[in-house]
């Protein structure tokens, strides 16, 4: 269900109604009533357009908007020169492609648009309908006052899309790199914003998905995952190992 904030503008109410349709999903006026209220009235999760951000109230009880996450600290300690492990592993240069099979608040695939720069392209699946319209509008319109990052965050693709279909679909050697950061299979306690994506995630990373990644990718597929994880040598990663890091980079580079 789709609705306004508490005192919503004739835009934002405009807003409302035009992605109920565009979604195929129900408006309800807000008419000042509390969100507890009409999350019970709601068969799914709430969707409530705002002037300056969406919010998306889930029936479990948690609350999800876009923020720019770590892409902040990040970005500035890229801007300054200093190394970014993300961007490292991959290999990423200017005027590359970027493919972000697992989206969720874009932190990587931001600072994958600020390594490729404006020759290069970033792509982002998100499987989760409403969490790939928070993020697409939360990248079109938050204010960093870093301009660097504030076209690099506008540059984004951002498609809803399960990454076994859209991977399946691709041409052979097709991307540059393709990347990988699904829910830690171990809880990383301290990662800001996964607590509430959890509740939110739609899991779609499997064999399939890394086989089609293979055969997609001109340079690597890179997965982020904590260090504890089977995944790097279920899947044949090469792990790259950081001593005090509570989650590690795999790689699997492409033999040309």
């Known amino acids: 269900m789709i609705t306004t904030s508490y005192r919503p503008s004739e835009y934002t109410i405009h807003t409302a109604q035009s992605l109920s349709d565009k979604l195929g999903d129900t408006y309800c006026s807000r008419n000042k009533q509390p969100i507890e209220k009409m999350l019970e009235r709601s068969a799914n999760d709430l969707l409530v357009i705002g002037k300056e951000r969406f919010e998306l109230y889930t029936k479990q009880g948690e609350k999800f908007f876009f923020h720019p996450n770590t892409a902040m600290f990040r970005a500035k300690r890229f801007l300054r020169g200093e190394a970014e492990p993300m961007i490292k592993a991959a290999g990423l240069r200017e005027g590359d492609t970027f493919l972000d099979c697992t989206l969720g608040l874009a932190s990587d695939a931001i600072l994958a648009s600020m390594a490729v720069g404006k020759s290069g392209q970033v792509i982002g699946l998100e499987k989760n309908k409403l969490v790939s319209l928070l993020v697409e509008t939360g990248l079109q319109t938050w204010e960093t006052g ?40 171990e809880p990383v306690e301290k990662s800001d914003g996964i607590a509430s994506l959890r509740a939110l995630a739609e899991e779609g990373f499997n064999e399939e998905c890394i086989t089609h990644a293979v055969r997609a990718a001109k340079k690597c597929v890179v997965l982020k995952d904590h260090w504890k994880s089977p995944r790097f040598e279920r899947y044949g990663f090469k792990v790259l190992k950081r001593k005090t890091a509570l989650f590690h980079f795999g790689v699997i580079h492409i033999s040309s």
Do not use: G
Not at 167 to 181: A, G, M, T
């Open 146 to 185: 870093i301009e660097p990052l504030q076209t690099a965050m506008k540059r984004i693709q951002v498609k809803h899309a399960d990454c076994s279909d859209y991977l399946r679909n691709l041409p052979d050697s097709s991307v540059d790199v393709i990347y990988f950061d699904p829910m830690f299979h």
